[in-house]
């Protein structure tokens, strides 16, 4: 990403909602294992509970076959989901053998700076904290599933036995004590950094405004002790920029796939980011509202 | 604020054009900016890690990982596990997989054991009685009495886990096998992990480089292992030095995930990495890219080898007091073959001469190292090409590329090993890495990732106590090869006599042996019947416990009192300490153990009845790796590393650099072996010789008569059969925890071929289908992956019984023993290596 682009979504608080932090994720995906170590770290912290069978916060599928959740149910209904088989197609590459491709998409929520899920809450329970988090208030939450549907990113699940839509939180109360989210801390290919996209000294801003950063050795500035994370040098894109909502996790696509199966992940022929016109509006004062 | 409202209501239309909700919002999101101390339900999410009890502990499964954890306990129940960070060097950091993520779901498991059990029905009926420790221990040992005098102590065969698992619980089990002079089995050899072309060549039973000294190689060549699947705790070392620029190549036959994740994939044709090995070394020695001053300072290769009997020449050849075991090279100054002093630059590595012999007869001798070239004529890579499917100029390009970066590494696995002629495999790739110097450097070497046997301490003394304090004595087992058990005896095999019994009764100790062994159409038919106590200390019930005539309780890794576990590649000693009190009736294995004995009357000999002097005697007596190391230090610290010559280690440094010799009887690398059996089946020098069950030509024949037949099984039975190792489980171990099993596909037994196979026997996705061959069958699903070569099938295994609709997926292997894999024996060091990914099948549609 260019300077001059971080300066548009990150180098100010959020036009919209106010945040003056944006925590997001740089994945590295030509390290990933497809080892799911992510998804259990997350299943086993936050949707270990009843209603919460398949749902994973977290999730890798194998692409381009694979799907999370699948939407191949009911012809008539495009949007009926189905989480059963989270990790259907596993290792099946796309090609004819020997000439073959695959790579592993780990997804977490994208805690979007410009949320689908968000407005399309009616009781107003879904929000984007103070630190860019987007978290939906399981006090307020009456299981209208609205925020499921309008998430382009499939990363909102409604659980059927407390009745309301629940989505990853970016372990926010393990932030709030100076720690990495348990998919990141977990990750035993080190693929993941974390940081604060907004903090021009962050390690994950600098990454990403660098691509040729890459093999420096990472000190996270959380509470963990140094970490020797190493990631590829290259551009950084989104997945499906063109959902339009800038999502806050970062990938390095993978170099082992043809350049146009990259762009529609990682670009839809977009050659990357979303390059409109974006003006940056001034900053969003408490007052003004 | 204008334009602030005026970008969110595009936002908010762009949102529902996506959803299609049929709805819209008029004003902004106001409780998007509320504080935090509005939202109370926040707190409930921060409230949950309140209370939490951490304990430092580590895994003990199979995979020897041996990954450190922080296991969460709240309330007495572990809530989750998280990676510690605590390993004092941080590239290990952090390590552990989703496995090792989930091990307390098989703590609580559904199918955990509660407390002891007799059948009452006939076996793997279902039918149980509970019953009391008292009177489980008075049953054993009451059996084992009766069939020792019936039989023979010897009959009593216990099945040992590998050291992996916790060296305390295994070396108890051998202790056990020790004091009451039972038959033990062997694991290394019979799983297929043991590389036998390293006690073959240098005579240790396996030496790799820490998994950490990738960062010091210039070129990695990951030689069949599916690092991705099988490693995941280390894999990242090559993803890391590949973002770094450093290139990866993965030789194997499938697009398996390793292949995804490396800058070229050499697509190989099953069993023929042989002359893969020996086509690169051609090109290597063409291309005039031989590391000469390496072969003759530290191989065989300087040696003067007989032309009349293919023998190793001796002093004792030539002079009339010679040495017989002293070998001899050629001095050009004095035109004579002299003793052979190791790391001498000054013998000559190539020619032939006539030497004078004692009786004054003249025979033609040459340095090893010529006849080996002569026999790399054969591996020009046209020909390898043809043998392997790999294309002549990708053999020619990747053998330069080895070749030219210094230092490159060889990372082989059991891809190479899990065959009849994997020793002939294993000695062509360690011959590439001779002939390039790449032996003994810190960033090249040729390490085998399969399975475990190493661990860094001395554990005799514990493993084979002494009987009597200060003499050589010592109780000792019977090694009862578990390749011999399963297979019977064969006509070439070392010791009949010795290694060889009908056994009579099974301990399975901590291992899945009647779910996992290969061979088992053999191994259920022929050896089960006779046996007449079956014994499964378990947590799970897993297929051998089902089968089993009693099931004991065991505690999991997290109710262990104290354990201690060291591995290979990963050169630390670390403290397992568990977190929860025993569950239900659990006991650990060393108790049991100790309680049999003392009813077999062994129990002062045994004397451990909890681990902790175990420990203490284990590290007392563990010799200079664990010097310094004791029981206390590890309480505080948890983890230390061992005491090893290199960091990152890297095996043989001393020996390349001439500071002492190879431990082989020339003590040099031998890559020319010249005992009989070497030169009775033309193995003594590595060379290619045809699978003995996968090939469509000639069997276990080379290439130059093997390609003029055809093998008869072939035209039977056309596909390649591989049931291998997945991500999702250790052999059996997780296979039935659902977490687990919910992310491997549909999670079942699946049948993954190519579509091009498939179609052609009218299978589709999804179908139910039977692998079968002459020994056996398995029936499951079928799935259609590209990765998949035409002409094979894989099936990722470690179902458990009820798992698999009918067979069994090892009902199709079974192991012919290699001959030369006999030559010795030597537990778990030298013995017959199960071959079995060298094996044949066809599918129908069920």
Not at chain 2, 7 to 18: D, E, H, M, P, Q
Not at chain 2, 201 to 220: G, L, R, S
Not at chain 2, 362 to 382: A, G, M, N
Request: charged residues 25%; hydrophobic residues 35%.
């Amino acid at each position: 990403m260019s300077e001059e682009l971080w300066q548009k979504y990150y180098g100010q608080p959020n036009p919209k909602y106010g945040n003056r932090a944006q925590y997001g994720m740089l994945i590295d995906i030509n390290k990933c294992l497809g080892c799911h170590s992510c998804t259990m770290a997350c299943k086993h912290t936050w949707t270990n509970g009843p209603g919460q069978e398949d749902m994973y916060f977290n999730s890798v599928s194998t692409a381009p076959y694979g799907k999370y959740p699948r939407h191949d149910g009911d012809p008539k209904d495009s949007q009926k989901y189905d989480y059963r088989h989270s990790n259907l197609y596993q290792d099946t590459p796309k090609g004819t053998f020997p000439n073959l491709w695959q790579f592993y998409l780990a997804r977490p929520c994208n805690h979007c700076a410009d949320p689908a899920c968000l407005p399309a809450c009616p009781t107003r329970s879904i929000y984007k904290n103070k630190d860019g988090i987007v978290l939906i208030d399981q006090d307020t939450c009456e299981g209208f599933q609205y925020c499921v549907k309008a998430c382009p990113y499939d990363k909102i699940y409604y659980n059927p036995v407390t009745k309301k839509s629940q989505k990853c939180v970016f372990c926010f109360p393990l932030l709030e004590k100076g720690r990495e989210p348990q998919c990141v801390k977990s990750c035993v290919g080190k693929i993941r950094i974390f940081g604060n996209l907004m903090d021009p000294e962050s390690t994950i801003s600098k990454l990403i405004r660098d691509p040729n950063l890459g093999v420096q050795p990472y000190d996270p500035e959380t509470g963990l002790k140094a970490v020797h994370r190493v990631i590829s040098t290259g551009e950084r894109r989104q997945y499906r920029p063109d959902y339009g909502t800038i999502p806050s996790v970062w990938y390095v696509p993978p170099r082992n796939i043809p350049q146009a199966e990259v762009e529609k992940y990682f670009g839809y022929a977009m050659q990357g980011l979303i390059d409109e016109p974006h003006p940056v509006p001034p900053e969003v004062k408490m007052k003004d509202i | 604020m204008s334009t602030s409202r005026r970008t969110f209501v595009k936002g908010s239309l762009a949102a529902l054009a996506t959803a299609g909700a049929p709805f819209k919002l008029a004003g902004p999101a106001l409780a998007a900016l509320q504080e935090p101390k509005d939202r109370p339900w926040e707190d409930a999410l921060r409230d949950q890690f309140a209370g939490e009890k951490i304990v430092r502990t580590v895994n003990l499964p199979n995979c020897t990982g041996s990954c450190g954890w922080n296991v969460i306990v709240k309330d007495g129940i572990v809530m989750r596990v998280e990676p510690p960070y605590d390993y004092p060097d941080d590239e290990y950091n952090p390590r552990g997989c989703m496995k090792g993520q989930t091990y307390h779901r098989r703590v609580y498991s559904p199918g955990r054991i509660k407390f002891p059990m007799k059948r009452i029905g006939p076996r793997g009926g279902g039918q149980w009685r509970r019953i009391s420790w008292e009177e489980a221990f008075d049953f054993i040992a009451s059996e084992i009495k009766r069939i020792s005098e019936k039989y023979g102590k010897n009959t009593i065969w216990i099945y040992p886990p590998v050291p992996a698992t916790g060296l305390v619980k295994q070396g108890a089990g051998f202790r056990f096998a020790s004091v009451n002079n039972f038959g033990i089995g062997t694991f290394y050899n019979w799983y297929g992990d043991l590389p036998l072309a390293h006690p073959i060549t240098w005579n240790v039973q396996t030496e790799e480089h820490e998994f950490k000294d990738v960062q010091n190689t210039k070129y990695a060549i990951i030689w069949g292992s599916d690092v991705l699947q099988t490693r995941m705790p280390d894999a990242h070392f090559f993803t890391d030095v590949r973002a770094k620029g450093v290139k990866l190549v993965y030789i194997a036959p499938y697009f398996d995930p390793t292949a995804s994740a490396v800058d070229e994939w050499v697509r190989v044709r099953q069993g023929t990495d042989a002359a893969l090995a020996l086509g690169m070394c051609h090109v290597v020695v063409k291309r005039g890219l031989t590391d000469e001053a390496h072969l003759r300072k530290t191989t065989s290769g300087p040696l003067l080898v007989r032309r009349d009997n293919g023998k190793y020449l001796k002093q004792a050849d030539v002079a009339a007091d010679g040495d017989p075991k002293t070998f001899m090279v050629y001095d050009a100054s004095s035109s004579l073959p002299v003793a052979d002093e190791y790391f001498s630059d000054k013998p000559q590595l190539t020619g032939s001469w006539e030497i004078v012999l004692k009786d004054g007869s003249k025979v033609r001798c040459s340095t090893s190292h010529t006849i080996f070239l002569e026999q790399l004529e054969d591996y020009d890579p046209k020909t390898v090409s043809e043998i392997t499917g790999v294309p002549a100029d990708v053999i020619e390009r990747i053998a330069i590329e080895y070749a030219t970066a210094k230092p490159a590494s060889i990372w082989a696995g059991t891809g190479i090993n899990h065959w009849y002629h994997g020793d002939l495999m294993g000695r062509s790739v360690i011959a590439l890495g001779c002939l390039t110097g790449n032996i003994g450097r810190n960033g090249g070497g040729v390490s085998p990732w399969a399975g475990q046997y190493l661990m860094r301490l001395s554990p005799q003394d514990y493993f084979f106590p002494l009987k009597e304090e200060g003499k050589p004595d010592r109780h000792r087992p019977v090694p009862l090869d578990t390749a011999y058990v399963v297979n019977g005896p064969t006509e070439t095999m070392f010791n009949k006599e010795k290694l060889w019994r009908q056994i009579r009764c099974i301990w399975a100790a901590g291992g899945n042996l009647l779910g996992e062994a290969s061979d088992q159409s053999n191994l259920m038919r022929k050896v089960l019947p006779q046996v007449e106590l079956i014994v499964s200390p378990e947590i799970e019930m897993s297929t051998t416990a089902q089968l089993a005539d009693i099931v004991l309780p065991v505690v999991s890794w997290y109710e262990l009192p104290f354990d201690i576990t060291t591995t290979p590649a990963h050169p630390y000693i670390q403290l397992v300490e568990g977190s929860l009190k025993p569950l239900y009736e659990a006991k650990t294995d060393i108790e049991i153990y100790y309680e049999v004995c003392k009813r077999l009357g062994t129990g002062d000999i045994f004397k451990f009845n909890h681990p902790e002097p175990a420990i203490e005697h284990l590290l007392a007596t563990g010799g200079p790796k664990v010097k310094g190391i004791t029981l206390d230090r590890l309480k505080k610290e948890r983890v230390i590393r061992v005491n090893l010559p290199s960091s990152p280690y890297a095996p043989f440094t001393e020996e390349v650099s001439g500071k002492h010799k190879f431990k082989t009887a020339s003590g040099r690398q031998e890559l020319y072996k010249d005992e009989d059996r070497f030169l009775q089946f033309g193995e003594h020098l590595p060379v290619h010789k045809e699978p003995h069950t996968a090939t469509p030509y000639g069997r276990s024949k080379v290439w130059k008569e093997a390609k003029k037949e055809r093998n008869p099984l072939y035209e039977k039975y056309p596909l390649v059969y591989h049931a291998r190792h997945t991500r999702w489980s250790v052999h059996s171990s997780w296979r039935t925890t659902e977490d687990i099993v919910k992310l491997d596909d549909i999670g079942q037994p699946l049948i993954e071929m190519n579509p091009k196979d498939a179609a052609a026997r009218g299978v589709a996705a999804g179908d139910w289908a039977t692998a079968f061959n002459q020994h056996g069958y398995v029936k499951a699903r079928v799935k259609i992956r590209e990765a998949v070569a035409p002409g094979a099938i894989i099936i990722y295994f470690g179902w458990q019984r009820e798992q698999i609709r009918e067979g069994h997926w090892n009902a199709l292997t079974h192991n012919d023993i290699n001959p030369i894999h006999e030559t010795y024996f030597i537990p778990n060091v030298w013995g017959p290596v199960s071959g079995h990914f060298d094996q044949l099948c066809e599918v129908k549609k069920a």
